[in-house]
């Protein structure tokens, strides 16, 4: 069901992750609509559904995908696995509507478009590489028509396309910045599972996740990284963390 931005939302209603994980025909249903690889995603956003203090462990303080060291390159995994890495909040209800969450995807999708057109303009690759970065594009540029039509269904105004600068300069400056974005992208849309209302805009946020974790992977490859950074489970980020470390590809909106 979707809310306007300006119906308030009732306190008992529960956001679309909180009503799968106790509905088993609903979640079967939803699970058939997202297909196997952003199934995978959800069964691990809901691997963390059943702690009672809502995943609220706080990571802020670990390292980001940008910024590549040596933390983040640890394994997190964790006897409670997902709970205790989702972003901080008791009550996925509170704080953030789905509008919100798609502009803020929307606002990630325009910075990934932007720099795959950068690279490919840059013509800093070649045969394969070159070839694989263009699919890259298209899948992006794919991502940001879908949360486009989403935010307009749902009757919400997409904000404006920022004007970008990515300092490039090498391929491998560029498949550096190209994987910190990805795995930033990735973390994002993770981060915000357990605050979609919509179960349409959800299925859409882990569809876009995953492809955005591949990306990742290949990058991190091309760049003799582990293709799963975080170790054995998906670490979030919060819209702060991620905004945060994305500001500087930013001239002006």
């Known amino acids: 069901m979707y809310h306007s931005p300006n119906e308030a939302l009732a306190p008992e209603e529960p956001a679309a992750l909180e009503e799968l994980a106790g509905d088993p025909a609903s979640r079967k249903r939803f699970l058939r609509m997202v297909g196997g690889g952003a199934a995978g995603a959800f ?3 809901v691997s963390g559904c059943g702690d009672g203090d809502g995943g609220s462990g706080d990571r802020n303080g670990s390292a980001s995908p940008a910024s590549g060291s040596a933390e983040q390159q640890r394994d997190e995994a964790t006897p409670g696995g997902a709970a205790g890495t989702r972003e901080p909040s008791p009550d996925p209800r509170k704080g953030t509507s789905d509008e919100e969450i798609l502009n803020y995807a929307l606002k990630l999708e325009y910075l990934d478009t932007a720099f795959y057109a950068a690279v490919i303009e840059a013509d800093l690759f070649r ?5 694989m970065l263009r699919r890259f594009q298209e899948n992006e540029r794919a991502h940001l028509q879908a949360v486009t039509a989403l935010l307009e269904k749902i009757g919400g105004t997409p904000v404006e396309r920022p004007k970008t600068r990515f300092p490039l300069g090498s391929p491998g400056a560029a498949l550096r910045l190209g994987s910190a974005l990805e795995n930033a992208g990735a973390a994002a849309y993770l981060g915000q599972a357990n605050r979609i209302r919509s179960k349409e805009v959800l ?6 996740h995953t492809v955005e974790a591949r990306h990742a992977a290949a ?5 003799g990284r582990p293709s799963a950074p975080t170790g054995s489970f998906a670490q979030p980020l919060s819209m702060e963390e991620v905004l945060t470390n994305t500001q500087r590809f930013i001239v002006s909106t």
């Open 127 to 131: 045969g394969a590489d070159r070839d």
């Open 219 to 223: 990058l991190n490859g091309l760049l």
């Open 43 to 45: 069964a691990l956003v």
């Open 203 to 208: 299925a859409a946020a882990l569809s876009i």
